[in-house]
């Protein structure tokens, strides 16, 4: 079975420009969340969906940071106008549906992003 | 407290060696808790899971301690695969996690 797929896994990018991260979620996962690694920081929460839906969009650093998922198997990450401070790794992860909040949280391979 | 705290290591160990990492959480709610691992420049995976007092699997033991709000990773008979940061986790929410920093491991030949 597939994991969650991430692209692109490395992006480069300026000072200013737009940067878009993709996820495709394991089949029939209804939980995707949106995470952000950095060494000073560790793994943070950004945002998370439930059938599509953003529930809980309270980790999103400022307005530059916008997620969406316009169906069960895809969500994006965008960042526009990009930032040196928002160089970090970027990891997806689902969730089965329903069941306890203990559910596993299943990762992708992240987005390494640098903004020079 | 911060809500989920570990001590960032590095814990140089050589192989055969027992290790333990201890990690500290905040919210006296939770119920289960998590341990993940994490190799270098990869994403986290599930290690293990701790519902109740405690959880053992092969050379791997996790323990909970309620009363003062603390979980112990024990790792006997380390290998060299075993390098890598684990990471505890707590529920933050009915569907969010919690995840500490991580504590480092090196096992040695």
């Known amino acids: 079975d597939a994991g969650v797929i991430q692209s692109p896994r490395h992006e480069v990018t300026e000072m200013g420009q737009e940067v878009t991260l993709r996820c495709k979620p394991i089949?029939?996962?209804?939980?995707l969340f949106w995470y952000r690694q950095t060494m000073m920081r560790g793994l943070e929460l950004l945002i998370y969906?439930?059938?599509?839906?953003?529930?809980?969009d309270s980790g999103m650093p400022e307005d530059r940071f916008s997620a969406k998922m316009p169906n069960a198997s895809f969500s994006t990450l965008k960042i526009q106008p990009s930032e040196p401070r928002d160089s970090a790794v970027y990891f997806c992860?689902?969730?089965?549906?329903?069941?306890?909040?203990?559910?596993?949280?299943?990762f992708g391979p992240g987005t390494r992003l640098t903004v020079l | 407290r911060k809500e989920v705290e570990q001590d960032p290591g590095p814990f140089n160990v050589p192989e055969g060696a027992t290790v333990a990492f201890n990690c500290t959480y905040s919210?006296?709610?939770?119920?289960?808790f998590f341990w993940y691992r994490q190799d270098c420049r990869k994403e986290p995976k599930l290690l293990m899971s701790?519902?109740?007092s405690g959880n053992e699997d092969g050379r791997f033991t996790a323990q909970l301690n309620r009363a003062s709000q603390y979980i112990s990773l024990l790792i006997r008979d380390s290998k060299l695969s075993d390098s890598a940061t684990y990471l505890c986790v707590v529920p933050s929410g009915y569907s969010t996690l919690t995840f500490g920093k991580g504590t480092m491991l090196l096992v040695s030949p």
């Open positions: 919210n006296s709610a939770s119920q289960s």
């Open positions: 701790v519902y109740s």
């Open positions: 992860a689902s969730r089965p549906r329903g069941g306890a909040r203990t559910d596993t949280q299943y």
């Open positions: 089949s029939g996962h209804d939980y």
């Open positions: 969906f439930n059938n599509n839906v953003p529930i809980d």
